[in-house]
């Protein structure tokens, strides 16, 4: 199995920045897809940016130019550096990887148990 573990979040101030850093163990796909995903009380889980073992990337509209998702060199880490936080980026941000590699796992999804970010206003 593949475990997730979260960290960097904290209290920060509006404008300020913050880095998300998810270091993952455990038998390791080496075709996958790992991803940020965060989510506010009372709201659905949303999406933030992903990152592909192609290289592709892609980024929720509202953190697209202030958000920049990125792997370690050894692959097993996983970053979020987020610049310009705005109070509205407040939530538990969540780190996810999906199995890609041929296999029983195919598709797989594996999840962190989250760590928690407050942009004051």
């Known amino acids: 199995q593949v475990q997730l573990l979260e960290s960097g979040g904290g209290l920060v101030q509006a404008g300020g920045s913050l880095r998300l850093s998810c270091t993952a163990s455990?038998?390791?796909?080496?075709?996958?897809?790992m991803a940020w995903y965060r989510q506010a009380p009372g709201k659905e889980r949303e999406l933030v940016a992903s990152s592909h073992s192609s290289g592709w990337t892609n980024y929720l509209e509202s953190v697209k130019g202030r958000f920049t998702i990125s792997r370690g060199d050894t692959k097993t880490t996983l970053y979020l550096q987020m610049n310009r936080l705005r109070p509205e980026d407040t939530a538990v941000y969540y780190c996810?990887?999906?199995?890609?590699?041929?296999?029983?796992?195919?598709?797989?999804?594996?999840w962190g148990q989250g760590t928690q970010v407050t942009v004051s206003s």
């Open positions: 996810n990887q999906r199995d890609l590699s041929p296999g029983p796992n195919y598709a797989k999804d594996y």
């Open positions: 455990g038998s390791i796909a080496p075709n996958n897809q």
